[in-house]
């Protein structure tokens, strides 16, 4: 089992940024592959970024590229999303997820169905 806490949402005018944070507990978070995923009312959830569990490879949703930059830290089992440049359209519920046991390359990063784990959530809001 891994338990998965994001953290870091808010509120921000267009053009500001935020870090997200999301928390690991449970089966060691060094094994994991995780992703990132958000969701807006009244759509399907979106791939926003994934990165293997050594932090080599990552994999960014065209939409975000440029903007937004993945990390993770596994001595303190903590996963980041620091986001600039924010647009309205960023605005949704920002999800963490983790897939045990995975090799850095080979992986459908981009697909919700392959994550095992996945956190309550934050909320994003960007004002015009």
């Known amino acids: 089992q891994v338990q998965l806490v994001e953290s870091g949402g808010g509120l921000v005018q267009a053009g500001g940024s935020l870090r997200l944070s999301c928390a690991a507990s449970?089966?060691?978070?060094?094994?994991?592959?995780m992703g990132w995923f958000r969701q807006a009312p009244g759509k399907e959830r979106e791939f926003v970024v994934g990165i293997s569990r050594t932090g080599g490879v990552t994999y960014y949703a065209d939409s975000v590229k440029g903007r937004f930059t993945i990390s993770r830290d596994n001595a303190k089992n903590t996963l980041y999303l620091q986001m600039n440049s924010l647009k309205p359209e960023d605005t949704a519920v920002y999800y963490c997820?983790?897939?045990?046991?995975?090799?850095?390359?080979?992986?459908?990063?981009?697909?919700?169905?392959?994550?095992?784990?996945w956190g309550q959530g934050t909320q994003v809001t960007v004002s015009s």
């Open positions: 449970g089966r060691t978070f060094s094994s994991c592959a």
């Open positions: 997820a983790a897939r045990p046991g995975t090799a850095d390359y080979g992986g459908s990063y981009s697909s919700a169905r392959w994550y095992v784990y």
